[in-house]
């Protein structure tokens, strides 16, 4: 028969600190027989990199060549970097991934082998840089994706693998870029899509795959800007839609999808849109419709679908002749502004909106504008919920009472 018997404490210290020393033993005897094995070293780097010449690349390639994985950062900046070849065997960088100001890079020929990037891609002020090529099979970008300043650029036909960007998109200042071909795989943008300042770019052909963008959408100072083509499937916008000063943009074609956008919706100093064709399945604004200071824009036709926004501003549009368009908008839960639309004549075409829905009315400045009795500012101006100010239009909406007067002889 076996019968346990307790140990003394000081019996049980003795034989812990025994053990723990014949561990520590067989750890540091374990160790010292990989080094003496020469097991490959630097397959994994813990530290962030900074390359600052060519000579430093080549460099990393002779000391490290077998190293695939980056813990950290890699930044690559340096004028005389002509090219990427030393790091041909990366693989995986945990951090972000930053080529910038390398006036003698032309392609990114040395990235072949790249699968992964858990932070951003930026490829910034690389003047000579004319094609993504030789960049590797990265599907999934862990934040953002930054072209900006990229002067010979011509083509993002590099991207070609990428799916999915959880951060933002961002192409900007790249001056030989006509449209996104290389980002056709593209589905899902987690973050801002913003297009900005691209001088020669046609149309968005590229993102022909991305349905639904979760943030901001931003088109902006693109002067040979033609049409919105590329967005031919998004439906839904999740924050602000941003779409001015593309100085050659006579309408929205592109846009033919879209429903929703969650947030304002702005169309600002578009001096050539003459209208709003492509927004033909736009239903809904949530916060604010902004149509501004579009110096062409003579109708609103194409927005005949819109049924909600919040607030409307129609601002200093020269042209606009009608907002007939408007004839299907029930709820405005936000303000009306009408202001400095010289030959707007009628406001035919808000008639629907339910007054109860409406805050704030302001009619400003509009000097042909004569028609504003119609029965939804009726309906307001009989029992105001805010502020009207109704003034410096033609006769007969030249004041809240003029305007009262005629809703009385309707």
Same mark, same amino acid.
């Given at each position: 028969?076996?019968?346990?018997?307790?140990?003394?404490?000081?019996?049980?210290?003795?034989?812990?600190?025994?053990?723990?020393?014949? !561990?520590?033993?067989?750890?540091?005897?374990?160790?010292?027989?990989?080094?003496?094995?020469?097991?490959?070293?630097?397959? /994994?780097?813990?530290?962030?990199?900074?390359?600052?010449?060519?000579?430093?690349?080549?460099?990393?390639?002779?000391?490290?060549?077998?190293?695939?994985?980056?813990?950290?950062?890699?930044?690559?900046?340096?004028?005389?970097?002509?090219?990427?070849?030393?790091?041909?065997?990366?693989?995986?960088?945990?951090?972000?991934?930053?080529?910038?100001?390398?006036?003698?890079?032309?392609? !990114? #020929?040395?990235? #072949?082998?790249?699968?992964?990037?858990?932070?951003?891609?930026?490829?910034?002020?690389?003047?000579?840089?004319?094609?993504?090529?030789?960049?590797?099979?990265?599907?999934?970008?862990? +934040?953002?994706?930054?072209?900006?300043?990229?002067?010979?650029?011509?083509?993002?036909?590099?991207?070609?693998?990428? %799916? =999915?960007?959880?951060?933002?998109?961002?192409?900007?200042?790249?001056?030989?870029?006509?449209?996104?071909?290389?980002? #056709?795989?593209?589905?899902?943008?987690?973050?801002?899509?913003?297009?900005?300042?691209?001088? =020669?770019?046609?149309?968005?052909?590229?993102?022909?795959?991305?349905?639904?963008?979760?943030?901001?959408?931003?088109?902006?100072?693109?002067?040979?800007?033609?049409? $919105?083509?590329?967005?031919?499937?998004?439906?839904?916008?999740?924050?602000?839609?941003?779409?001015?000063?593309?100085?050659?943009?006579?309408?929205?074609?592109?846009?033919?999808?879209?429903?929703?956008?969650?947030? @304002?919706?702005?169309? &600002? %100093?578009?001096?050539?849109?003459?209208?709003? &064709?492509?927004?033909?399945?736009?239903?809904?604004?949530?916060?604010?419709?902004?149509?501004?200071?579009?110096?062409?824009?003579?109708?609103?036709?194409?927005?005949?679908?819109?049924?909600? @926004?919040?607030?409307?501003?129609?601002?200093?549009?020269?042209?606009?002749?009608?907002?007939?368009?408007?004839?299907?908008?029930?709820?405005?839960?936000?303000?009306?502004?009408?202001?400095?639309?010289?030959?707007?004549?009628?406001?035919?075409? $808000?008639?629907?909106? #339910?007054?109860?829905?409406? +805050?704030?009315? /302001?009619?400003?400045?509009?000097?042909?504008?004569?028609?504003?009795?119609?029965?939804?500012?009726?309906?307001?101006?009989?029992?105001?919920?805010?502020?009207?100010?109704?003034?410096?239009?033609?006769?007969?909406?030249?004041?809240?009472? &003029?305007?009262?007067?005629?809703?009385?002889?309707?």
């Amino acid at each position: 028969m076996f019968i346990a018997v307790p140990l003394p404490p000081d019996i049980l210290r003795i034989m812990n600190h025994k053990f723990l020393s014949c !561990l520590l033993i067989i750890v540091l005897f374990q160790l010292s027989s990989c080094l003496k094995d020469n097991t490959p070293p630097h397959i /994994y780097l813990l530290e962030a990199l900074t390359f600052e010449s060519q000579a430093d690349i080549d460099q990393f390639h002779a000391q490290y060549h077998e190293t695939k994985i980056i813990d950290g950062d890699l930044i690559i900046s340096g004028k005389d970097i002509h090219n990427l070849k030393g790091l041909k065997e990366l693989a995986i960088i945990r951090g972000k991934l930053v080529i910038e100001d390398c006036p003698a890079l032309e392609n !990114l #020929e040395g990235l #072949e082998n790249m699968m992964t990037i858990e932070g951003s891609f930026s490829i910034l002020r690389n003047t000579t840089l004319t094609s993504l090529s030789g960049f590797g099979s990265v599907k999934e970008l862990g +934040q953002n994706l930054v072209i900006s300043g990229n002067d010979s650029l011509a083509s993002l036909a590099g991207l070609i693998h990428l %799916g =999915s960007i959880k951060g933002n998109l961002v192409i900007t200042g790249n001056d030989n870029l006509t449209n996104l071909a290389g980002l #056709e795989n593209v589905t899902s943008i987690g973050g801002i899509l913003d297009i900005d300042d691209n001088k =020669s770019l046609i149309n968005l052909a590229g993102l022909d795959n991305v349905h639904s963008l979760e943030s901001t959408l931003s088109i902006t100072n693109n002067p040979n800007l033609s049409n $919105l083509s590329g967005l031919n499937n998004v439906k839904h916008v999740g924050g602000d839609f941003l779409i001015s000063n593309n100085n050659s943009l006579t309408d929205l074609t592109g846009l033919e999808n879209l429903m929703y956008v969650d947030s @304002t919706f702005e169309m &600002e %100093g578009n001096s050539t849109l003459k209208n709003l &064709e492509g927004l033909n399945n736009l239903y809904a604004v949530g916060d604010y419709l902004s149509i501004i200071d579009n110096d062409n824009l003579t109708s609103l036709s194409g927005i005949e679908k819109l049924n909600y @926004t919040g607030s409307l501003s129609v601002w200093k549009n020269d042209k606009l002749v009608s907002v007939a368009a408007l004839m299907n908008l029930v709820k405005l839960t936000g303000t009306l502004d009408i202001w400095n639309n010289s030959v707007l004549v009628s406001l035919a075409g $808000l008639d629907n909106i #339910e007054a109860s829905t409406v +805050q704030n009315i /302001y009619i400003l400045n509009n000097p042909s504008l004569s028609t504003c009795h119609v029965q939804s500012i009726c309906e307001y101006l009989a029992g105001p919920s805010g502020n009207v100010s109704i003034k410096f239009n033609a006769s007969g909406c030249n004041s809240n009472e &003029e305007v009262i007067a005629k809703c009385g002889s309707k």
